[in-house]
């Protein structure tokens, strides 16, 4: 490994930059990332497409995290894969590798994380042999982002950045919440996948449907030092494209 690779280039919560991303790493082209603009109101969930399989949200850091929910279900089946963050500013990379090979039917075969997956059992990928991988591949996508993508300039991979991104997937009937800088160091258990997900088709769990996310997703929003705080959140969903 680089030892003296430690950094990338932060991620701006804008649909097209990880659509980029994410389609360079091998996702279908089928589906694609949208602004979330509320979790809560009809008029603006309407022009979603549906279902939405993942969700990442961006937030001020926290020094105290809301917190979390305790389910005991939880320890009767297998979590997903966890990844720890071990570049600094590749929060927002974490929060896509962890909803991309907990869900490899999102990936198109011979794509560089689909190779990499099945190259790599379970054992390894969980022991976070990924970081090879991150300097072999992401490192070199991150060049097409410099000053070219997005609505911003971006910032220089050591810089300090003081938003942090995670993700929300659903996985052997349970909801997860995914942090590469869990301090617990393992993927959260939110609770069980509603059943009436009316939204949900061909065993893709709709997550706007799930109360549990949005109640999760509240606790951050009420959890910030200051109100003004709250204007630097931003939801991400991924979801199979319009056609």
């Known amino acids: ?64 995290r809301p917190t979390p929910p305790t389910h005991e279900d939880s320890l009767k089946v297998n979590p997903p894969i966890w990844l720890k963050q071990n570049f600094q500013n590749a929060c927002g990379l974490y929060a896509l590798l962890h909803i991309l090979i907990n869900n490899p039917h999102l990936l198109q075969k011979g794509s560089p994380l689909a190779e990499y997956i099945n190259t790599n059992d379970t054992t390894s990928l969980k022991q976070q042999n990924i970081d090879q991988f991150i300097i072999d591949y992401t490192n070199k996508f991150t060049h097409d982002f410099n000053h070219s993508s997005g609505e911003t300039t971006n910032p220089n991979p050591t810089d300090q950045i003081d938003l942090h991104f995670i993700s929300f997937i659903s996985h052997n009937g349970q909801l997860w919440e995914m942090d590469g800088r869990s301090q617990e160091s393992k993927p959260l258990c939110l609770g069980k996948v509603e059943e009436n997900n009316q939204n949900s088709q061909d065993g893709e769990v709709d997550l706007i449907d799930q109360p549990i ?25 991924l979801s199979r494209s319009w056609d």
């Open 1 to 64: 490994m680089n030892k003296e690779f430690t950094a990338v280039i932060p991620l701006e919560s804008n649909p097209d930059v990880f659509d980029k991303f994410a389609y360079n790493l091998g996702l279908l082209k089928s589906y694609s990332f949208n602004d979330i603009f509320s979790i809560d109101d009809p008029s603006l969930l309407d022009f979603l497409p549906r279902p939405m399989v993942a969700i990442v949200l961006l937030f001020p850091i926290q020094k105290i």
């Open 213 to 237: 996310i949005f109640q999760r997703i509240k606790s951050y929003m009420d959890n910030v030092h200051c109100e003004n705080d709250k204007l630097n959140f931003s939801l991400l969903g």
